[in-house]
Each structure stands twice: as C-alpha cells, then as structure tokens.
C-alpha cells in the first residue's frame, strides 16, 4: 500500500481539498483508497458530507486509548471504493495523551500496516502545522504531496518542510518518505504573478513540480458544502478534470520514481 501525506505547515493551500478529490479520483480510476483525516478540523471528513461531531470512533482511538484497529473505525463514503477514517476536535488532544508513550512517532505507522493488504492507496489530509499528528503522518507515509498556492507568500517556508522531510526520513528508522511532487493550486492562468511563480518554482524545483495545476474553479470551491468530491458534484467542471489528470500524474509518478528521487536530492 503507498501511503501519501497531503501536507504543507501553511494553511489556505488546498491541501484538504487535494486530499478529497485525489482520493476520489484514485477511487474512480480502480483503486481501493482509504482517506485519513489526520486535522482536528475534521474538514476532510466534512467535506465527504458527515458530521464529525457525529462518530463515536475516530482517527483518534486508532492512536490513543487501546489504539483501535483502523479497520473497525473507517466508514464507507458515496465514492466506490473510498473509505474515510474520520476526525473531529476530539484529535486536538492526542498530542497531549501520546506526549509520554515510546514510539509515539511509529503510532499510525503500525496502525496502517494492519490493514495495508485491504487498500492499493492511503492519502492522509494533515494539520498545518508540524505536531506529533503531522510527523506520524510522514513516518508512516512513502510520499509526501506538498499543495503550493501560487503566490509568494506561499513559497516561504517550502525547502524547510523538504528539509523536514529528509530529516523524518533520516532519524525515524525504516521510515522511506520522500516528497512525490509539489502541487501548484488557486492558480489564476491569466495573471502575470501567477506565470512568474510557476515558472519560478519550475525553475528551482523541477520535475519535483507536477505538470497538473490546479486552477481557481468555483466547483472546487461549492463541492465540500455539498459534502462530494468534485468528480461528483461537478464531473464535467475544470477543477474535476484536473484532479483527474494529477490522480493519472500520481500513478505515474509511483511508477516511475527514479525521476522524483533525483529531483528530491
């Protein structure tokens, strides 16, 4: 099972937005794909029309009090194939409760490897911030997909969170984590500044950067009020096109990795 954290320690980024609709377009494509709401926000969970207020078991008893198998916690979405492991606020105080337990960091690790033989993919939606939460999200994870909006702001901080990533991968023993790509969003095609940020990121990063963009598209923007990915809400929209060509660009970067591994060096 590949393991994809969806994460960048700002905020605003699409990253929850990434996270439900290229697991919805995994799904669509054939893959059996399990969604972890790793945020106390409970967004990604929102956005695929429960309440999160309404689970009586959540990502959080999979990680602390007896650690609950994920298999008895996930529940079944409108998207075939796609499963949810929910979250709510109640996650906000596993930091605390996981503060003083060794291994803390390997938690979700050995919690996904229980049921790896039951999904082809797990994308895990994480908090903006780098917690306990986000950094068992990249011990467990294979890859790391790092959302970007196309802004300047937005490229502050990003060669730190790679950084990050190299030192997961290093101190946490056989953690593999590697970025798979960074993930241009709210890109708005007809600004110049928008054409000098991509072109610069693609400058600096290279192939790190996917070729898909993902454009300003109200249907991105109404879908989570509607609690559906945007492949259902709007199949035939801009914003369910272009999830569906980084689904395709995903695949085929897990196939072939040996182009992210130089790029990522």
């Known amino acids: ?31 059996k794909v399990l969604l972890v709401d790793l945020d106390p926000q409970g967004h990604a969970t ?15 008893h999979t ?19 796609l499963h949810l492991l929910p979250s709510n606020v109640l ?14 960091e390997f938690i979700l690790s050995e919690q996904l490897r229980s049921v790896s033989g039951r999904y082809d993919v797990c994308l895990i939606d994480c908090a903006p ?3 306990l939460l986000m950094l068992n999200a990249l011990v467990a994870s294979t890859h790391v997909i790092i ?25 946490f023993y056989p953690c593999v984590v590697q970025p798979l790509g960074l993930l241009l969003t709210f890109v708005e095609g007809r600004t110049l500044l928008c054409k000098r940020i991509e072109a610069g990121m693609r400058q600096v990063f290279g192939p790190l950067v996917f070729d898909t963009a993902i454009h300003k598209n109200i249907s991105l923007a109404e879908a989570p009020s509607a609690g ?12 369910a096109q272009e999830y569906a060509a980084l689904a395709k660009e995903t695949i085929a970067r897990l196939q072939k990795p040996e182009v992210i591994n130089v790029a990522a060096n």
Do not use: W
Request: aromatic residues 6%.
């Open 1 to 31: 099972m590949q393991v994809l954290s969806v994460a960048n320690q700002k905020g605003g980024c699409g990253k929850t937005t990434t996270a439900i609709n290229l697991a919805a377009a995994l799904a669509v494509m054939g893959y």
């Open 46 to 60: 929102l956005g695929l029309g429960y309440n999160p207020n309404s689970f009586e078991k959540t990502a959080y």
């Open 63 to 81: 990680l602390v009090n007896g650690y609950m198998d994920i298999s008895s916690v996930a529940v079944g979405t409108n998207t075939n194939r």
């Open 91 to 104: 996650l906000g105080g596993a930091e605390l409760q996981l503060r003083d337990t060794p291994g803390k």
């Open 129 to 131: 911030s780098l917690t």
């Open 147 to 171: 959302p970007v909006q196309a802004h300047f702001y937005a490229l502050d901080g990003l060669k730190r969170l790679l950084e990050t990533i190299r030192i997961v991968r290093a101190r």
């Open 228 to 239: 559906q990915p945007v492949l259902a809400y709007a199949p035939d929209s801009r914003g």
